[in-house]
């Protein structure tokens, strides 16, 4: 499937399971992110609509256990924690290796530029703040404490 895959897209995932799948993404222009996601979190990501439901804040993402750091770290994993320069080096490495030429980073559309703090669960959307589905509105604290909680 990688040789016929043609739909850029902006992939943020847990785990690569192949630089191959690395290649076939950034080969049309799309970006790949490696990202960890603790329990709590992932379980807001899966179903979110069940998540603003239930009325609580959301949660600021965990850092990776020791173990999984240097997972997220290394530009070859595209790891979200990892160098974006060294990111850059690693994809015309890549290129090179697979045979095909990178896209104009200036031709890229502005979605495959974005980037979410590595606390950040949802996109847009800060840790600490509460979706109210209901009356369609977004709830901030503004208490010192609980920002900086949420932002630690």
């Known amino acids: 499937g990688a040789d016929i895959f043609s739909t850029p897209i902006n992939l943020e995932i847990q785990w690569v399971s192949s630089e191959l ?3 076939a ?14 329990p ?7 179903d979110a609509k069940k998540f ?3 009325g609580e804040p959301i949660p600021r993402c965990e850092t990776p256990p020791i173990n999984a750091i240097e997972y997220y770290t290394d530009p070859k994993q595209r790891g979200y924690l ?6 850059r ?3 015309q490495r890549l ?11 200036s031709k890229l559309s502005q979605l495959f530029r974005l ?38």
């Open 21 to 23: 799948a690395i290649a």
């Open 40 to 46: 709590v979190s992932l379980s807001a990501l899966i």
């Open 115 to 152: 980037r979410k703090d590595p606390r950040q669960i949802f996109y847009g959307l800060e840790p600490g703040w509460l979706v109210n589905l209901k009356d369609q509105t977004i709830l901030k604290p503004t208490d010192k404490k609980f920002q900086t909680f949420y932002h630690s």
């Open 95 to 105: 290129a090179q290796k697979y045979g095909y030429k990178l896209p104009d980073p």
């Open 52 to 54: 603003f439901e239930r």
């Open 82 to 87: 990892a160098n974006p320069d060294i990111i």
């Open 25 to 38: 993404i950034e080969r049309c222009g799309g970006v790949i992110t490696t990202r960890y996601f603790d």
């Open 89 to 91: 080096e690693e994809r």
